[in-house]
């Protein structure tokens, strides 16, 4: 993956997010995958290092929370974060640049995905077909059975998607940001292309 922060900028970010209130590094953590849509999520071996370099510094300061550490930035951090407002306007900028590219990468990502999965199940189509016409069996009963069958698992995966969805807000989260829901719907549109492919559809 590029280098998604030029040299000095996650330093003047991690003031801003804490800026906002203390947290938690975990919470810090997310804020960062939150802000970038869920395409980019920094690990704690990054961001733990550069908040106890932070602190060393006097812009930060940590206070013992259960097991957990929670960071706070100083005065001195504040002070710090006003005089740098216009980078840290630039950083923004970087960051919107950031998500729109990653998030282009992942569409594309998908996408080659989505048509390997196409030529497997066109693939996978014919052997079918190739097998039912040599097959003995009687045609009519074996296709209503698996009419039935392709139903329930069409049925199951709406169920775990609306489950999958309503455990994601159950979690805390406000919501659902505009580039997993981009992904989301570009993958369940590529799979209903692929399905009509296979099936013989003619497209609506």
């Given at each position: ?98 998500v729109r590219r990653l998030a282009d990468d992942l569409r594309g ?96």
């Amino acid at each position: 993956m590029p280098t998604v922060f030029a040299h000095g900028a996650l330093r003047l970010y991690l003031l801003s997010l804490l800026d906002g209130g203390p947290k938690h590094g975990y919470e810090i953590i997310k804020a960062l995958s939150d802000r970038f849509g869920g395409t980019y999520s920094p690990s704690a071996g990054t961001i733990y290092p550069r908040l106890s370099k932070l602190e060393v510094e006097g812009l930060v300061s940590t206070a013992t929370d259960g097991r957990r550490t929670r960071y706070s930035i100083t005065v001195a951090g504040q002070a710090e974060l006003k005089e740098r407002q216009e980078d840290l306007a630039g950083i923004e900028e970087d960051i919107a640049d950031s998500v729109r590219r990653l998030a282009d990468d992942l569409r594309g990502d998908i996408r080659r995905n989505m048509q390997g999965l196409r030529a497997e199940m066109a693939a996978s189509a014919e052997s079918a077909q190739r097998t039912a016409r040599r097959s003995t069996q009687t045609t009519d009963v074996l296709g209503h059975r698996a009419v039935k069958e392709l139903e329930h698992l069409v049925n199951q995966f709406r169920d775990d998607v609306r489950m999958d969805l309503r455990r994601h807000t159950a979690g805390g989260n406000a919501g659902i940001s505009d580039v997993t829901a981009e992904t989301v719907r570009t993958v369940l549109h590529q799979a209903h292309v692929a399905i009509r492919a296979t099936l013989g559809s003619r497209p609506d």
